[in-house]
């Protein structure tokens, strides 16, 4: 049995800094070292950081806590809430991925210019939530799915930057059947497309695919979607005691490929889980 | 056998208006009204305003020419084209159509904005050789069959005027797979898109599709093609002169439908023709 690692699992950019930025803060602060809300969707990560001292805290239970550093999450935060965070006198520390404060300043830049924002996205994901702040009170957020109501005649769009870009395309179609002018942002962050793109080769390729990450993990669910919807035999987990012998009975490939929160540790320890299981790493990273 | 005509036959606004303004300069300047190239696609409407005086002249044959006014048609013309024949000294009327004014608008603000500018059209086509003239140097012609070479990381786009909304939809999908930024104007014309729409709600319903325009009319040729698309039997013809009773052998229903540069009573002609070979006008306009 064949196993393949995708060469483009595991953390990006954002993660990655805001990871680094949070490990080395802890190491210089010690104690109060908070982050607004978990860092990344990876409850095994969040588990680790615990135990190095770094602890998610929400809005409302931020009051009467000693916080020597709060850490803002790579998805960014609603600039009502940075303005509340910020009244309260201790070091904030702004870990939002550069991308995600792209999008950010993009909404503010259409409303401010008159557009009506049409924001691309999960409207419960904290992301979204922050680029919904600063695009104005008409703002939108739609799903690839999603019918549009009546539209000004100038729409401005941004994107959440994990969607694929095949969701921005019907949307787009949508919306120039009303609007005359449209201003696109095309925030999706490049990481993201690559990622969708060398999963959805290798799913047309193997037997199985083995999508590691939080199943509170929007862009790891995505990735678990995207295999299922070409029909390969797909296993989300977040770590390798998930795995069952049986599931590789007869199979002749194995592809594994991982979230953007997805920690390499956690992606070596299953790769090495299914080798003992009597697969051979043939092209790991 | 019944006969439907469309709603949207003929005229547009765009083309009402050019014509309006031609045939009164025509009364009031007496000898010397030329157009710059044919009015209109239609070679029975340019025959008829030659009776009147009305001649179509191109920009190489106006030298020398006693000149009292120069129309410039609906299509408009490159800036660089207007710039010379205004330096000549006779009248110029500019029957732009104003649809095709604010494209051409757009593509200029857009060059100055320092967008790549692409225009959805036919290369060929006036309409497009005049909002080219205003799209600065690295101005790419598409159709929606078009493969994009490199684009800029900005790109703005303007449609020729007479454009199907669902090849804009084929463009921009390609479009925003390489730029990060895409300004859109949606320049296409609510009747040209309407026209099509009651086009193609007719050709499902009848058996036999009649469409009448010039042969050398661009929008009555898309609407022909849409027509033959959607697997009706489709004659495009300029006059009832064309018709041939055996087309409407073991009819039901006739469609009836014209291009924007066909005028009433050509379409009335054919109306007529019809209904004498058997038919009977049932929703005519």
């Not at 949070?22 to 190491?27: L, N, R």
């Not at 950081?49 to 020597?68: A, C, F, M, N, T």
């Not at 600039?79 to 201790?90: N, R, T």
């Amino acid at each position: 049995m064949e196993i393949i690692t995708a060469k483009r699992a595991g953390f990006c950019f954002g993660v990655k800094r805001a990871m680094d930025i949070t490990v080395e803060m802890a190491k210089k602060s010690g104690m109060g070292v908070y982050t607004l809300g978990p860092i990344i969707h990876n409850p095994q990560v969040i588990e680790k950081l615990e135990k190095e001292g770094i602890h998610p805290v929400q809005e409302d239970e931020i009051e009467g806590r000693e916080i020597s550093a709060l850490i803002i999450r790579t998805h960014g935060i609603p600039c009502q809430v940075y303005d509340k965070i910020s009244a309260q006198g201790f070091r904030i520390i702004d870990a939002t991925c550069p991308f995600v404060k792209k999008a950010q300043r993009y909404a503010k830049l259409l409303k401010e210019n008159n557009y009506q924002v049409v924001i691309l996205g999960d409207i419960n994901h904290p992301e979204v939530k922050g680029l919904m702040s600063y695009a104005g009170e008409d703002v939108l957020v739609v799903d690839e799915h999603s019918g549009l109501p009546a539209l000004k005649s100038k729409v401005g769009v941004v994107v959440q930057t994990t969607q694929p870009v095949e969701a921005l395309k019907k949307v787009l179609s949508k919306i120039v059947d009303q609007a005359e002018e449209v201003k696109v942002y095309n925030t999706i962050c490049n990481s993201t497309a690559l990622r969708l793109k060398e999963t959805e080769d290798m799913a047309r390729k193997v037997d199985i695919m083995v999508v590691v990450g939080g199943k509170n993990s929007a862009n790891t669910s995505q990735l678990a979607g995207l295999c299922r919807s070409l029909s390969v035999r797909t296993y989300h987990i977040e770590t390798s005691g998930e795995i069952d012998p049986a599931w590789f009975e007869g199979t002749d490939i194995v592809g594994i490929t991982a979230g953007a929160s997805t920690p390499e540790w956690i992606i070596k320890d299953v790769e090495k889980r299914i080798r003992d299981i009597g697969g051979k790493s043939c092209n790991g990273n």
